[in-house]
């Protein structure tokens, strides 16, 4: 059973790896993914000054999933690209790098002093990140998603990715398309970020269970499968000639079966790898393994994308 992928040039042993956010805020963290069975890493998506984050509690994990109001703590974009500029491309995993700049300008500043160093590492834009005061998220102001993809295909002249939110209504999928569709060095797209805004409730104590945003988080999880699955297969649809990253509610062979059924090129782990720790990657990938032997597929091109419908 072989599940290795190849995109964007590179060669993945396994298609799981880390989702942004989850076990690659410090060098620690990225050296345990690096170490790991994972076929990539990526890091925490980074500012341009470091962050501590917001107070905590700020993750709180229930049966069905998680919930997180992190508030972007990272060591600032630099922490990251000395990693980057160390790291031993040949012999190691491919090297993803989140980039959630705090404004327009400071995403700018981030992905020119990466392009500078023409380093091997793919950048992946979190279009989660913050936008004007009052303003929704890039990812939900596609004018202003469009604008920041404009200003960064000025200069950066090789291929990169989005972090995408969950989309709900069909004209959404349509009108994100249209705007993904008008750069070709933009690749791939990572669908889904967190489901934003949930609260979760803590009964006994009568109380939110994080304390940033009066307990409104980011949800992650079984809670958002078959939201992620639906962003997969729809944006698969819709950009042709580009790759879908899956991420959310993988917690087992049979979701990372699922995300590259609905036609995803590699999948990510978020709220099993932070409640698991690296052994997800091994315990997964022998689930999709075994799942794949029992439907006689040997490869994941096999079945990628071969979702039926009735
Ligand atoms: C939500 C933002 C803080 C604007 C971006 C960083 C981020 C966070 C975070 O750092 O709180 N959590 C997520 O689940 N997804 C994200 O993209």
């Known amino acids: 059973i072989d599940l290795s992928v190849s995109w964007l040039g590179l060669e993945m042993k396994s298609p799981l790896y880390n989702a942004s956010g989850v076990m690659c805020r410090s060098v620690e963290d990225l050296e345990a993914m690096r170490a790991s069975s994972a076929g990539a890493l990526i890091t925490k998506s980074c500012t341009l000054e470091p962050r501590e984050g917001n107070p905590e509690p700020r993750y709180f994990a229930t049966k069905l999933g998680t919930i997180n109001s992190m508030g972007l703590p990272n060591y600032g974009y630099q922490y990251y690209l000395d990693y980057a500029q160390n790291y031993d491309y040949a012999n190691n995993k491919p090297l993803f790098i989140s980039i959630s700049g705090m404004t327009l300008a400071d995403n700018l500043a981030i992905i020119k002093a990466f392009h500078e160093r023409e380093l091997p590492c793919i950048l992946e834009v979190n279009l989660s990140c913050p936008n004007l005061p009052g303003k929704?998220?890039?990812g939900y102001d596609l004018p202003a998603a469009q604008n920041a993809l404009e200003k960064i295909?000025?200069?950066?002249?090789?291929?990169?990715?989005?972090?995408?939110?969950?989309?709900?209504?069909?004209?959404?999928f349509d009108q994100a398309a249209e705007v993904f569709n008008r750069f070709d060095l933009l690749k791939y797209v990572t669908c889904i970020n967190s489901v934003g805004n949930g609260l979760v409730i803590d009964v006994d104590a009568e109380s939110v269970v994080i304390k940033p945003k009066d307990g409104l988080g980011g949800i992650g999880g079984d809670y958002v499968l078959p939201t992620s699955l639906a962003n997969v297969r729809e944006f698969v649809r819709r950009l042709p000639g580009k790759q879908v990253v899956g991420c959310g509610g993988v917690k087992s062979g049979a979701e990372a079966f699922m995300h590259i059924l609905a036609g995803a090129i590699t999948v990510q782990v978020g709220s099993c790898l932070y409640e698991e720790g690296v052994g997800a990657f091994d315990r997964i990938a022998q689930e999709l393994k075994d799942l794949m032997a029992a439907k006689g597929y040997s490869k994941l091109d096999d079945f990628r994308g071969k979702l039926k419908t009735l």
């Open 136 to 138: 929704p998220q890039l």
């Open 153 to 172: 295909c000025e200069f950066y002249d090789r291929p990169f990715g989005v972090k995408l939110p969950p989309y709900f209504d069909v004209s959404h």
